[in-house]
């Protein structure tokens, strides 16, 4: 199922394009510094035996990890058609194709016919959605036991990357914008739904942050 608005389409072919760097870039370096910190948070958490749901799933790295190290099946939803195909041919590749399942397609117009997890995931994936509460409590909605994201930290340079990044996406005339939502409202929307926050780390551009349900 595919989403025709301006803004998926474009998001589509934006990160379509750098999928196979992506995918090659992962199997060189490995994680970046806060997806190490993501890992850690989850695995303070426990997802053994979980299954996992990662919207914005990308190239599959993050949620194949997981199952490597113990979860039961994982289910990878991403904008971008490329990033599904290179996630699916990974996960060949590592044995766990049978534990597996990909969508493309925009998780907003997917969330009543995804099934609740127990672990759900989005790892840099609240900035490329202008509406931000809508993605928060609809995600959350699917979430039975585990909530992870990491989205931008509300700091000047910050800003100053993003609103330059829409400047450019603007210059090419793409119909994507990268976003800066307040981490204050982001954590009350998700703690006003019954989640407890239970691990929180930082680099200088990425706020990362791990929620239980109580």
């Not at 749901?53 to 904008?79: M, Y």
């Not at 989205?151 to 119909?175: C, E, N, Q």
Request: proline share 3%.
């Amino acid at each position: 199922m595919n989403c025709c608005c301006p803004h998926s389409v474009s998001a589509n072919r934006l990160f379509s394009f750098f999928a196979r760097r992506y995918r090659k870039r992962f199997s060189r370096k490995g994680f970046e510094p806060s997806q190490k910190q993501l890992l850690s948070g989850l695995q303070q958490a426990g997802y053994g035996g979980k299954m996992v749901l990662e919207i914005g799933s990308g190239v599959g790295h993050l949620h194949q990890t997981l199952l490597e190290g113990g979860a039961q099946s994982a289910v990878g939803i991403d904008l971008a058609s490329s990033m599904i195909e290179e996630a699916e041919a990974w996960a060949v590749e590592r044995g766990l194709s049978d534990r597996t399942r990909y969508y493309q397609a925009d998780f907003m117009n997917m969330e009543e016919v995804l099934e609740a997890a127990d672990v759900v995931i989005l790892d840099k994936v609240v900035c490329c959605y202008p509406d931000a509460d809508g993605l928060v409590h609809k995600s959350l909605s699917k979430t039975r036991q585990v909530y992870a994201l990491t989205y931008p930290r509300d700091r000047w340079y910050v800003r100053a990357g993003i609103a330059l990044g829409a400047f450019l996406m603007k210059l090419i005339r793409s119909d994507f914008r990268p976003y800066l939502h307040d981490p204050i409202k982001v954590e009350q929307w998700i703690t006003e739904s019954g989640f407890k926050k239970t691990y929180v780390a930082h680099t200088p551009i990425w706020l990362t942050q791990v929620f239980e349900k109580k």
